[in-house]
T-cell receptor, first 114, second 114 residues
C-alpha cells in the first residue's frame, strides 16, 4: 500500500515544454528526495529537502528545480525539457526524527522527451 | 566519499536455487546498510536492513549480515521463487549526519525461471 504518490506514471512530451512531476506523501515525513534512475538502473540523488522551505541539490547535477511549500508535497519542475532528461524519476520520503529510518519510495514517473 | 559496489548482473536462476548477490562498501564511520528491491514497473521497497556490525537483517526468506571486517553485506536466499524476479539494490547511509541520504549500488537484475 503506497503512502507516497507520484503523478503522472508516464509522460511523453516534446522538447522545450515545461513540466512538473508531482510527489505527495501522507506519512508526515520531514525528509523528501528525488532520485533519477537511468536506463542502466543506477540511482542518482538530484534533490532533497529536510523540511518546509528547505531544498538542497543532490549528488548529480540536474537542470530541474524543486519546491517544498508544504510538508506533504515536493514537486519537481523542468522549465524546458530536452531528450537528455528522458529517465525515470523516483520520489522518496523518510522520518527525520528516526535514526537511520528507511526511505519510502513512490512508483516513479517515467519521462520521455521527444 | 562513500560508495557501494554490487556484483555484476544479470543473475539467472532456476526456481528453488540458492541465491547470493555480493555487496561491498566503502564508507567512513559506521554506516547503516540496506537492501532494496524494485519489482517491474514499481518504485523501490525496503527488503532488509542492518544498523551495526554483525547485525543480520532478514525478511521474506532473504538474509544479509553486516560484516565490518570485510566491508560486506551480501544478500542470500536459500530457495528462490519466480516471484523474486526483480532488481536488487544494496545501499548505505550515514544516518543523521547525511540527512538520511542513501548511496546506492548499481543494482543487480535477478531472473528466476520455473
Amino acid at each position: 500500500e503506497a503512502d507516497i504518490y507520484q503523478t503522472p506514471r508516464y509522460l511523453v512530451i516534446g522538447t522545450g515544454k515545461k513540466i512538473t512531476l508531482e510527489c505527495s506523501q501522507t506519512m508526515g515525513h520531514d525528509k523528501m528526495y528525488w532520485y533519477q534512475q537511468d536506463p542502466g538502473m543506477e540511482l542518482h540523488l538530484i534533490h532533497y529537502s529536510y523540511g518546509v522551505n528547505s531544498t538542497e541539490k543532490g549528488d548529480l547535477s540536474s537542470e530541474s528545480t524543486v519546491s517544498r511549500i508544504r510538508t506533504e508535497h515536493f514537486p519537481l519542475t523542468l522549465e524546458s525539457a530536452r531528450p537528455s532528461h528522458t529517465s525515470q524519476y523516483l520520489c522518496a520520503s523518510s522520518d527525520l526524527g528516526r535514526y537511520n529510518s528507511p526511505l519510502h519510495f513512490g512508483n516513479g514517473t517515467r519521462l520521455t522527451v521527444t | 566519499g562513500d560508495s557501494v559496489t554490487q556484483m555484476e548482473g544479470p543473475v539467472t536462476l532456476s526456481e528453488e536455487a540458492f541465491l547470493t548477490i555480493n555487496c561491498t562498501y566503502t564508507a567512513t564511520g559506521y554506516p547503516s546498510l540496506f537492501w532494496y528491491v524494485q519489482y517491474p514497473g514499481e518504485g523501490l521497497q525496503l527488503l532488509l536492513k542492518a544498523t551495526k556490525a554483525d547485525d543480520k537483517g532478514s525478511n521474506k526468506g532473504f538474509e544479509a549480515t553486516y560484516r565490518k571486517e570485510t566491508t560486506s553485506f551480501h544478500l542470500e536466499k536459500g530457495s528462490v521463487q519466480v516471484s523474486d524476479s526483480a532488481v536488487y539494490f544494496c545501499a548505505l547511509t550515514q544516518g543523521v549526519t547525511s540527512y538520511g541520504k542513501l548511496t546506492f549500488g548499481q543494482g543487480t537484475i535477478l531472473t528466476v525461471h520455473p
